[in-house]
């Protein structure tokens, strides 16, 4: 179970992690741990210039309060053999977004959703090592699902990250 931490703000009242103020060192170790998830915590107290036991501390509420939800690796998709990435637009019907959310999202080669306001509902990032293996989850996984109404499919061609 998720812990949500909370103090008492003004006059008592309780607040919640999303009312604590994120400040100058914060944003510096997120910032650093973004662009390098295996930094020590000696290394970021260099970067930051603070204490190693500042950075554990603070790291560590940064975690409890939900503000950093994990680390992980990036990984170059055509080196694993995903070389076809397409944006995938769909229209639902939007009475049970919450179950076709969760259920898009175990769609094999999903990799990012964003649910949208405007001409679509949904935004899919979907990676495939084929075209025709990209066809199969657009065609057997996708359209097969009970309230998703059409997608338009758009080829990536590059990509830049930050």
Known sequence: MERQSTQKGEKGAEIGASDRHIDDIDLALVKALVADGRASLTDLAEQVNV???????????????????????????????????????????????????DRLMAVPGVEYLAMCAGRFDVMLLVRAVSIAALRDVLLQDVQRIAGVKSTETIFVLDEARR
Do not use: C, K, M, Y
Not at 54 to 82: C, K, M, Y
């Open 51 to 101: 204490s190693r036991s500042t950075v554990h501390a603070r790291v560590q509420r940064l975690r409890d309060d939900g503000v950093i939800t994990g680390f992980s690796a990036t990984v170059e998709p055509g080196a694993i053999g995903l070389g076809v990435a397409a944006l995938v637009f769909i229209d639902i019907d939007q009475h049970d977004w919450r179950n076709l959310r």
